[in-house]
C-alpha cells in the first residue's frame, strides 16, 4: 500500500518535475532507512513509498542501491555543515568529543556508512559510484583543512586520516550496537557478554588513542606523504 509520501502519479516530463520526483524519492529512502535500517528496504518498498512502478523508479535511479548511495553522498554533506563550525574552535582535548559526538548525532550517515562497501557500492554504475566518491573526498579535505588549522598536532593528511577511520569505525560500532532479534536473545541468555559502555563513549577512547598515535609520527618526507592517502 502506497505510504503518505505518495502523491497521485503524474508523469514528470520537464526537468524541474524529475527533479522533484528524484527528491521525493531520496526523502522517501531516508524515512524508510531511519524507521527500518538500509538492509530491509527493497525497490518495491521505495515504489510504494512514492507511487510509482519500480519500472519508474529505475528512471530516476538505476537501482535500488543507487538511491541509498546517493542518499549517503548528500547525508555527508549535512554532516560536514554540522561539523564545521563546531571545529573552528577544538582544541587536543575537545578533539574525541567533537568527532565522536557530531558523528553519533547523525544516525543515518551512520546507517549508510556501515553498509557501503559491503553492499551498496556493489550494485551502482560507475556515475553513479563517481559521484559519492568525488563528494567524500572533498568534504574529508574540507574537514581536514579546517582541523589542521587548530592546534592539535596534526597534519591535513593526519586530519584526514582521523577523520576518515572515525566515520568508518563509528559506523560499525553504531551498527553493532543495533542488534539482530537472534543476537538480542543470545544476549539475554548470556548477559555476561553483552558490550559494555556506550557508543560514542568507546568511539571516543578510539579517536583519542588514534589521534595520540598519529601525533606520535615521525615527521613524512614529502615522499612519503603518500602513506596518510585516504581512500573514502
Not at 10 to 20: G, N, S
Not at 112 to 135: C, F, I, M, P, W
Not at 150 to 174: F, K
Not at 207 to 219: H, I, N, S, T
Request: hydrophobic share 45%.
Amino acid at each position: 500500500m502506497p505510504s503518505d509520501f505518495a502523491p497521485p502519479f503524474v508523469r514528470a516530463r520537464r526537468p524541474e518535475h524529475k527533479q522533484q520526483r528524484r527528491e521525493a524519492i531520496l526523502e522517501a529512502a531516508r524515512d524508510l532507512a531511519l524507521r527500518r535500517g538500509v538492509r530491509t528496504i527493497t525497490l518495491g518498498d521505495l515504489a510504494d513509498a512514492v507511487g510509482l512502478a519500480k519500472s519508474n523508479v529505475v528512471r530516476y535511479f538505476g537501482t535500488r542501491e543507487e538511491i541509498f548511495v546517493e542518499l549517503c553522498s548528500d547525508e555527508g554533506l549535512v554532516l560536514r555543515d554540522v561539523l564545521l563550525p563546531r571545529l573552528a574552535d577544538v582544541t587536543e582535548e575537545t578533539l574525541p568529543a567533537v568527532l565522536a559526538g557530531t558523528l553519533m548525532e547523525h544516525e543515518l550517515f551512520c546507517e549508510l556508512v556501515s553498509q557501503l562497501t559491503t553492499n551498496l557500492e556493489h550494485n551502482v554504475s560507475y556515475a553513479a559510484a563517481e559521484r559519492l566518491k568525488v563528494s567524500s573526498t572533498i568534504v574529508i579535505g574540507e574537514l581536514a583543512q579546517a582541523l589542521a588549522a587548530r592546534p592539535v598536532g596534526l597534519d591535513v593528511a593526519q586530519a584526514a586520516l582521523l577523520i576518515t577511520a572515525t566515520s568508518q569505525i563509528g559506523a560499525g560500532l553504531w551498527s553493532a550496537s543495533r542488534p539482530s532479534e537472534v543476537v538480542l536473545e543470545v544476549y539475554a541468555a548470556h548477559p555476561e557478554i553483552v558490550p559494555s559502555g556506550s557508543v560514542q563513549a568507546t568511539l571516543e577512547r578510539l579517536v583519542a588513542a588514534l589521534a595520540a598515535g598519529l601525533r606520535a609520527e615521525p615527521p613524512m618526507s614529502a615522499t612519503g606523504a603518500a602513506r596518510h592517502t585516504v581512500k573514502a
